[in-house]
């Protein structure tokens, strides 16, 4: 008898308490509100960072829908200094959600022009402007024809800006620092790697990798005291790629499953949506598997294999083990299907490698 009264008390206390949170949850909420923003808008989130090299996704995804993903798009750090390679759509906002604000950007990077690696690159552009008072453009870095891009994106937002301007001020929004600053590079395979950075401790290295007919196309080598992070771009098996992340501590690299992508043409040619069929076909010649990757990783010693640009889209873990094929049994090291927020810490004067995801509250 008292066993059970002991029960009956303890679910009326559930009951009670769960409504009283009922009644309190607006308050909860609004203190959840004022935390989140106290978190973001104080203190410098890079210096809290240790001295090292950090690489992380703001956005997993490729062009199709995936709603746990946003568009392409790595975010590097090197000390202080916040780098974002390519620009795919959602991202700009995961960035900001990963409390690495749009206004530390140095520079963007740009792999190629493919709409999904540039979606963004006006909206980056603007937070980074309009979020710090900037009263210079940030340096877009890409192979030639980055001009194009950048400009394209300026004139997009031009009337945009001058709203900017006239509800913030001048002083809020400085005109000087609006858009971009294009830094174009050749790209030829018959020649050595284009260094683009070449600080004391910073070197960025661009690379040619293999996604005909979208040329020219790299890839980028980050190193920063020592440590050092290969991001692919699109691309196909590349040799230039694999003699780019000999000895690095994370290949972050994309990657197509071709027996998922089987999967989405046989659903198009059931439905008819012969467009769908052609384009699932394509795809297939200009993208790395999962164990193409693999094989590079293990032949270049990589430490950590971070996939992202994930084809198809996976948004349940479930399906992840078919996504890697063979791959775990190629490559012997940490393998990881990536996803938004993930974050990977490289400690300078040390061979650490911290896994973590800056989006996980959220979720």
């Known amino acids: 008898m008292r066993v059970r009264t002991w029960g009956l008390g303890l679910v009326i206390l559930l009951i009670l308490g769960g409504g009283t949170l009922w009644l309190l949850r607006e308050r909860i909420a609004l203190a959840g509100m004022a935390s989140l923003y106290g978190e973001a808008m104080s203190g410098d989130p890079l210096a809290e960072l240790p001295d090292g090299l950090h690489v992380g996704l703001c956005g997993s995804g490729a062009p199709m829908p995936d709603p746990s993903r946003a568009g392409p798009c790595v975010t590097v750090v090197a000390g202080t200094q916040l780098f974002v390679i390519d620009a795919g759509s959602g991202s700009t906002r995961n960035l900001a959600l990963m409390n690495l604000p749009p206004p530390r950007v140095e520079a963007v990077f740009l792999t190629h022009f493919h709409s999904d690696h540039i979606a963004d690159l006006g909206e980056l552009m603007l937070q980074r402007w309009g979020g710090g008072a900037r009263t210079e453009p940030v340096a877009v870095y890409g192979p030639t024809g980055v001009e194009q891009v950048v400009e394209g994106f300026k004139t997009a937002y031009l009337q945009d800006e001058g709203y900017r301007v006239a509800h913030h001020g001048q002083a809020v929004m400085p005109p000087s620092g609006f858009g971009g600053v294009a830094h174009p590079f050749p790209v030829d395979r018959s020649k050595p790697d284009v260094l683009l950075i070449d600080q004391p401790d910073l070197k960025v290295w661009a ?157």
């Open 207 to 363: 690379f040619p990798v293999e996604h005909r007919p979208a040329e020219p196309s790299v890839g980028y080598l980050f190193v920063y005291k020592g440590r050092r992070v290969v991001v692919s771009g699109d691309t196909n098996a590349s040799a230039r790629l694999e003699r780019a992340a000999k000895g690095a501590d994370v290949l972050v690299h994309e990657a197509l499953s071709p027996d998922l992508v089987a999967i989405q043409k046989k659903a198009a040619q059931a439905g008819k949506r012969d467009n769908y069929v052609h384009i699932f076909e394509d795809i297939l010649d200009y993208h790395a598997t999962p164990e193409q990757v693999a094989g590079i990783a293990q032949r270049a010693g990589v430490k950590d294999l971070l996939f992202y640009h994930v084809i198809p889209p996976i948004p349940v873990r479930a399906l992840e083990g078919p996504f890697l094929g063979e791959a775990r049994k190629i490559y012997k090291g940490p393998l990881q299907v990536g996803r938004d927020g993930d974050f990977i810490s490289l400690p300078a004067g040390t061979t650490e490698i911290k896994r973590s995801n800056r989006l996980q509250r959220f979720r």
